[in-house]
């Protein structure tokens, strides 16, 4: 046993439907771009790069069902409705047709987006890190065991509709971005992966409540307090 000059932090866990065991979150990756509309309402051409990557620290965890402070350092806070993969085994340099096998299963997350910071790091050529991975900056449900059939992806703030597309809308499939992901990194047990958001993005304020839902999953809610 090693002393540590003060206790080891917690490890971040998620419920798991269905089982009492929860899973531990290791690191947090975000797909940028992955949806035609959005990727156009965002200033960009659909098609025209490959995946590029984010990222969040685990402790950026909020689970769903949460009330959170509005976020200090922005006027702009951002929804944004996604897929998360969760990581079940070990990887790196793997092929499309690999990919799948790594998977252990799936959530509905909110990528929270301090969009007035992210736009300054876009002009001033600047990383996105204070922009995506601030605090209780990653909403999540409950992780669901398996395979993601294709499902239709909603957005709501306080009951009105925001965002709508189906998975199969993505540009980069959870294969193909697993594949170009683990090219950059070795992935790993406990790695979740946001797929990236569909167009409809917006603001949010004190007092609403986000739910994103996926059909069955649990859904991914937040209210900000
Ligand atoms: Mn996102």
Redesign the pocket.
């Given at each position: 046993m090693v002393a540590l000059v003060f206790p080891a932090f917690p490890t971040v866990t998620l419920p798991v439907t269905g089982r009492p065991e929860r899973f531990p979150v290791r690191r947090i990756f975000?797909?940028?771009r992955n949806y035609d509309e959005h990727t156009r309402e965002m200033g960009g051409e659909p098609g025209t790069e490959p995946p590029f990557f984010f990222t969040k620290p685990a402790d950026a965890v909020v689970e769903s069902g949460s009330r959170i402070p509005y976020p200090t350092a922005t006027a702009n806070l951002h929804h944004?409705a996604?897929l998360v993969i969760a990581i079940g085994k070990s990887g790196a340099m793997v092929t499309e047709a690999d990919a799948p096998a790594m998977i252990w299963g799936h959530a509905a997350g909110n990528?929270l987006?301090r969009r007035d910071l992210q736009a300054e790091a876009k002009a001033a050529r600047r990383p996105w890190d204070m922009a995506k991975g601030f605090d209780k900056s990653a909403v999540l449900g409950a992780i669901r065991p398996g395979p993601m059939p294709d499902a239709s992806l909603r957005c709501t703030v306080n009951g009105a509709l925001r965002q709508e597309a189906r998975l199969s809308d993505m540009i980069w499939s959870p294969a193909a971005i697993i594949a170009a992901l683990s090219q950059l990194v070795s992935l790993s047990p406990g790695d979740l992966i946001?797929t990236?958001?569909p167009a409809g993005v917006g603001p949010l304020k004190r007092g609403d409540t986000c739910k994103v839902e996926i059909d069955g999953l649990q859904s991914a809610t937040v209210t900000i307090a």
């Open positions: 975000c797909v940028g944004e996604e990528d987006t946001f990236g958001t």
